[in-house]
C-alpha cells in the first residue's frame, strides 16, 4: 500500500489523485474517434433535417395497383395483367419512368448468376443455381405496355429493370396511367417466393412474391433507385393502395397482403361461420381444419376461383396458395384496435404450427407496437415454408420450422420456428412502415428487425434462447480477420458474411446502446420517436443516427463510428492495479499500526523455533543485564506528539477531518483498449467482505488517449478483485485479461471423439421410441 502523506504547515495539502492517474497517459493523440461525423453523413437540408426528421420539402412518390393474376398448377406459372397510376409528388420533371422486374433474378444472363463466384450466397438461393441447368426459361416475358388509352409505350429492358418512356413528361404533382401484360414460370422456393413440391402427395405449396413488375423509387436522396437486384440485397419500394384478383384452382387457399373483399364467394358458409367465431375467440379457431386440408389433398380442382384482396398504403403485395392449407385464425388487440393473426400450413408443420404460429403472431405484433408505433393494418398472415428461413411482405411472411415426419421435434426446432415466426411479422414494422432502402442498406431493415425480435423474444419466454442480440453472441464474429469483414455502412450487395454483419452486429450494437450506454428510458424513447417521424416514409442511415442523438440528448457519433463505421473489436483488460491510502498522522493510530507491523515481521521462523529451543536468554537469566530500552515502549504516544497534532489540524475544514478520519482506499485502475472501439468501462469490485460494487465509467474516458488510461477509484472497504464486463455488457473478445488479480486459464478439455458424433433423436422422439418398445414389449 503507497500512503499519501498529509503535510500540515498551519494549511493541509494533500496529492492530486486526478493528476496521479494521468502521470503516465499520453498526451491527447489526436484520435478522432469522438469527434463529430460531421461531413461524413449527408448535409442537412429542406428534405432531411438535422434533427433526423423529415423536413418541410420531403417527399415521397405514390404508386397504386390495379392487378388482374393466374397461377397455373399444372405448368406452374404466373400470368398477369396490371395498370399502374403513378403520383410524381416529386418537385422534378419526369421524361421517363422505372420499374423493378426481380423475376430476372432467374434469366440464364442475369447479373447476379453471371457474377457468382462460388457458394449459394446468404440467402440459400439454391434455385438460382439450379436453373442454370433448367431447360425451362425463367424470367418475365412482357407481352405488352401501354398507356391509358391503348397505345404502345416504348420500353427498354435492362437486366432487372425496365424504363418507360413516357410521351410527355410527367410534371411535378401530375399522374400518369399505365398498363402491363406479362407472365412468367415461378421458380423453386428460394427462400424468398416459388414453390415447394411434396412428392408424397403430387401437391405444391405456393409463395408468390417480386412477382409484378414493380415502380422502381425516386426519392430526393438517389433521384431513381435502380440498382440491379442481385440476389442480396433486397427491395425499395414506394407505397400505394393495391387491388389484387387471384384466380386459382377452386380447391386452394389463399392468404394475401390486405383484406379479403369477397369472403362470401369464396368461402363455404361453415368457413364463414367459422371466421365470426374467430372474431371473439382467446385462441386460434380453425377456418380450414387439417383433416379438410388432407382431403383436398387427394381431390383434384373442378374449377376456378378468384380471390379479391385490397390492401391500402403498402409498399408491396404478396400472396400464398396451396390446397395443402390449414388456415387459422383469431382477432386481437393491438393498441386498442382489432387485428387478425392468422396460419396457413400444411399438415406436416403440425403439431408446432397449429399450437403456436398464430399466438406468436399476435405476441409480435403487440411487442413491436410497443417498441415502435402501433400496427396500422388489418391482418397479419404466417405462412409455413420450408425447414428453415424465412420471408416477409406486407401483412404476410413466410416463415420454416418443421417438426418430424413423426411430428416430435427438437428444442432448437420448437425455438427456431418461434423466432422466424417473429423476426418475419416483425418486418411489418422495419421495413414495411418505416420504410427503408433495403438494396442499399440492409442492416436498417434486417438490423433493427433484428433487435426487435430479440426483446420480442424475451418477452415470449423466460430466458428464450436467442441467438442474436446479446452482446457475447456477436463475439466470435468480432474476432473474426478484421480484413475478412466490412463496415456495417456497406452497401447490401457488398456485405460479407451477411448474417453477421447485416443481423447479428446492428442488433448487439443497438442492444448495447439500451442497455449501456443510453439506458432503457433515453433509448426507448428515442427508438419510438424515429419510428413515429419515418412511419410510412423512406429513413436513411443519417436520419436513424440524428433522430437517436436528437431525441434523447446523448452525443452517439463515437458510436456510430465504431460500431457501424469501423471493423474494430471491443478488447479492455485491467493491467495493474495501484493501492493507496490516506495517512491522518495521528501519532495514536501512526504507532500503533506501525507496532501491529513490527510484530508481525517478528514472527521469522527463526524466532518462532528460538522461542521453543532457547529456554532462557542472558538478559532473562542476569536482570542486572537489563537498562532503560529493555522496558522502553517505543510506540507509546507522548503527550508531546498529541500536542503537535492539534495544532496541526486545528486549521481543517469539517469536509476535510471527514476525510483524514474516513480511512478512504484510493486505487488507481489502469486500463488498456488493445481492442481499438471504445467503450464504455463496467468494473465490479469484489471486496474482502465478500460485498461487491458496480462502477460504470462513461466511453469518453477514452477522449484523450484511447489506447490507455488510469482511473481513480475511491472505496471504503478494501478490494479484493477486479473484474471488467462482469455481466458481459459490451462484446469484449478477450475475458481473459478482464479480472485482476489474474484468474488462471481454464484447461481445455480433451476431445474423445473425431469427427461427428452420430445424429441423435431429440428427446420427445426418444421417449416417444421408449414408449414404443414398451408397449410392444407388453404385446
Not at 438494396?439 to 434462447?465: H, I, K, V
Request: charged share 25%; glycine share 8%; aromatic share 12%.
Amino acid at each position: 500500500m503507497k500512503k499519501i502523506l498529509l503535510i500540515f504547515s498551519g494549511l493541509v495539502a494533500f496529492s492530486n489523485l486526478g493528476a496521479l492517474a494521468q502521470q503516465t497517459a499520453n498526451p491527447y493523440n489526436g484520435n478522432k474517434r469522438f469527434e463529430q461525423l460531421g461531413t461524413d453523413l449527408p448535409t442537412p437540408n429542406s428534405y432531411r433535417t438535422a434533427s433526423g426528421a423529415p423536413g418541410k420539402d420531403y417527399f415521397q412518390q405514390r404508386a397504386d395497383y390495379d392487378i388482374k393474376v393466374e397461377l397455373d398448377d399444372i405448368q406452374r406459372k404466373i400470368t398477369g395483367s396490371e395498370t399502374i397510376t403513378y403520383f410524381n409528388n416529386s418537385p422534378d420533371e419526369l421524361r421517363y419512368l422505372w420499374l423493378q422486374l426481380d423475376q430476372n433474378l432467374f434469366k440464364e444472363d442475369a447479373i447476379g448468376n453471371t457474377t457468382k463466384t462460388g457458394g449459394l450466397g446468404p440467402q440459400a438461393s439454391t434455385a438460382q443455381f439450379k436453373n442454370l441447368t433448367d431447360p425451362k426459361k425463367y424470367g418475365y416475358n412482357i407481352t405488352s405496355v401501354r398507356d391509358a388509352k391503348g397505345g404502345n409505350l416504348p420500353y427498354t429492358i435492362n437486366n432487372t429493370m425496365m424504363r418507360i418512356d413516357l410521351p410527355a413528361p410527367l410534371k411535378s404533382g401530375a399522374s400518369v396511367s399505365f398498363s402491363i401484360d406479362w407472365n412468367y414460370l415461378i421458380t423453386e422456393y428460394y427462400g424468398r417466393s416459388g414453390y415447394e413440391y411434396y412428392a408424397k402427395d403430387g401437391n405444391c405449396n405456393y409463395f408468390i412474391a417480386h412477382w409484378f413488375p414493380r415502380m422502381a423509387v425516386y426519392n430526393d436522396v438517389y433521384g431513381w433507385q435502380h440498382k440491379q437486384f442481385l440476389g442480396q440485397g433486397e427491395f425499395t419500394l414506394n407505397f400505394g393502395n393495391y387491388k389484387v384478383a387471384i384466380t386459382a384452382p377452386n380447391d386452394h387457399v389463399i392468404g394475401a397482403s390486405g383484406e379479403l373483399q369477397n369472403p362470401a364467394q369464396v368461402l363455404s358458409a361453415e368457413q364463414l361461420k367459422r371466421m365470426e367465431k374467430a372474431k371473439t375467440a382467446t385462441r386460434p379457431v380453425l377456418i380450414v381444419s387439417q383433416e379438410e386440408a388432407e382431403a383436398a389433398e387427394k381431390g383434384k380442382p373442378t374449377g376456378k376461383k378468384t380471390w379479391v384482396y385490397k390492401a391500402d398504403n403498402v409498399r408491396d403485395f404478396a400472396f400464398a396458395s396451396s390446397r395443402k392449407f390449414i388456415w387459422d385464425a383469431m382477432q386481437v388487440d393491438v393498441e386498442g384496435k382489432k387485428v387478425w393473426a392468422m396460419s396457413l400450413y400444411s399438415k406436416e408443420g403440425n403439431p408446432l404450427w397449429g399450437q403456436y404460429s398464430t399466438m406468436v403472431v399476435a405476441h409480435t405484433l403487440r411487442s413491436y407496437s410497443k417498441h415502435s408505433v402501433a400496427y396500422p393494418y388489418p391482418v397479419a398472415y404466417s405462412c409455413h415454408a420450408t425447414s428453415g428461413g424465412g420471408m416477409e411482405y406486407p401483412m404476410i411472411s413466410f416463415n420454416g420450422g418443421r417438426p418430424e415426419p413423426d411430428g416430435t421435434y427438437s428444442e432448437a426446432t420448437k425455438a427456431g420456428m418461434i423466432g422466424v415466426i417473429i423476426h418475419e411479422v416483425g418486418h411489418n414494422f422495419f421495413p414495411m412502415i418505416i420504410n427503408s432502402d433495403e438494396r442499399q442498406w440492409s442492416w436498417m431493415d434486417e438490423g433493427l428487425n433484428t433487435f426487435c425480435q430479440y426483446l420480442a423474444e424475451q418477452e415470449w419466454d423466460r430466458d428464450f434462447p436467442s441467438r442474436r442480440g446479446e452482446p457475447q453472441y456477436i463475439v466470435p464474429y468480432m474476432k473474426t480477420d478484421p480484413t475478412q469483414q466490412v463496415p456495417i455502412m456497406s452497401g447490401s450487395d457488398n456485405i460479407m458474411a451477411f448474417g453477421p454483419n447485416a443481423y447479428a452486429k446492428p442488433a448487439t450494437a443497438l442492444n448495447i446502446l439500451r442497455e449501456t450506454v443510453m439506458g432503457r428510458e433515453l433509448f426507448d424513447a428515442a427508438f419510438k420517436e424515429y419510428a413515429r417521424r419515418w412511419a410510412f416514409k423512406q429513413p436513411y442511415p443519417a436520419d436513424f443516427f440524428r433522430t437517436m442523438e436528437d431525441a434523447s440528448g446523448v452525443d452517439l457519433d463515437w458510436f456510430w463510428r465504431g460500431w457501424f463505421y469501423g471493423v474494430e473489436p471491443v478488447d479492455q483488460s485491467i493491467e495493474t492495479v495501484e493501492w493507496f491510502g490516506i495517512d491522518n498522522q495521528s501519532p495514536e493510530q501512526k504507532n500503533a499500526k506501525a507496532k501491529t507491523e513490527a510484530e508481525a515481521k517478528r514472527q521469522t521462523m527463526s524466532n518462532i523455533r528460538n522461542k521453543k529451543d532457547i529456554s532462557q536468554t542472558v538478559v532473562e537469566a542476569n536482570p542486572d543485564m537489563r537498562d532503560f530500552y529493555n522496558s522502553y515502549d517505543r510506540y507509546a504516544t507522548s503527550e508531546a506528539d498529541k500536542k503537535r497534532f492539534e495544532q496541526a489540524t486545528a486549521g481543517l475544514s469539517d469536509e476535510e477531518k471527514q476525510l483524514v478520519n474516513g480511512n478512504k482506499n484510493f486505487y488507481v485502475v489502469n486500463l488498456k483498449n488493445k481492442g481499438g472501439l471504445p467503450m464504455p468501462v463496467i468494473i465490479k469490485m469484489v471486496f474482502e467482505d465478500g460485498t461487491d460494487e458496480v462502477v460504470r465509467i462513461p466511453a469518453e474516458v477514452w477522449r484523450l488517449n484511447d489506447k490507455e488510461v488510469k482511473k481513480v477509484i475511491p472505496t471504503d472497504k478494501k478490494v479484493a478483485k477486479w473484474v471488467l464486463d462482469p455481466f458481459y455488457e459490451i462484446a469484449d473478445i478477450n475475458t481473459e485479461d478482464n479480472a485482476f488479480p489474474r484468474e488462471p486459464e481454464q484447461p481445455t478439455r480433451f476431445q474423445v471423439f473425431k469427427g461427428q458424433r452420430p445424429a441423435m433423436p431429440n428427446p420427445m422422439q426418444q421417449q416417444k421410441q421408449a414408449a414404443g418398445a414398451v408397449q410392444g414389449a407388453k404385446k
